[in-house]
Each structure stands twice: as C-alpha cells, then as structure tokens.
C-alpha cells in the first residue's frame, strides 16, 4: 500500500513565493505551473524531499530529475563534476 502524500500547490496570494520557500525548506513538495504543464518541486538539499519527489511520480531512481538553478555558480553546490562544457 502507498503512503499519502501531502503536495502544496499554492495558486494565488500576495504571499505565494514565501509560502512556497516555507515549505520547500521544511523538506515539503510544491507543484507549480511551467509554460507547458505543472512541475513538481523539492528541495535540493534535503534528500527525503527529492526522494519524495521520486515516490510520487513513480519515477525510477535511476532517471535523473532536473535541476533548475539561478546562476551557473550555483553548479558548484550541487554537482561534483562539471565538464567545461557547462561554463
């Protein structure tokens, strides 16, 4: 049997991005609208998150997620080797 899963999709307020940071930083899930369809979130650095993540969406450990990230800089946080491609 598969457990519940509490997913936080946060469609309107004044308040939406810092409800969203709350609750990524507590290790949560949030789903949020892309162009093309809705994505779901976690937090890089907490691993029971990503692995939710995985869980949910049924998704083999052995596919890769993708990682959105603000700035190239931020590679160096969670990538241990970055071909020079990349830069």
Do not use: C, N
């Not at 509490?6 to 949020?32: C, W």
């Not at 976690?42 to 939710?52: C, G, L, N, S, Y």
């Amino acid at each position: 049997m598969r457990g519940s899963h509490s997913i936080h999709t946060i469609h309107t307020g004044e308040h939406k991005v810092e409800m969203a940071i709350s609750v990524l930083q507590r290790g949560g899930l949030v789903a949020f609208p892309t162009d093309t369809l809705y994505a779901l979130g976690a937090h890089t650095f907490i691993e029971k998150a990503v692995r939710r993540v995985y869980e949910v969406k049924h998704r083999p450990l052995e596919m890769a997620v993708p990682l959105l990230i603000a700035d190239a800089l931020d590679m160096e946080k969670a990538a241990v080797h970055i071909p020079q491609v990349a830069w």
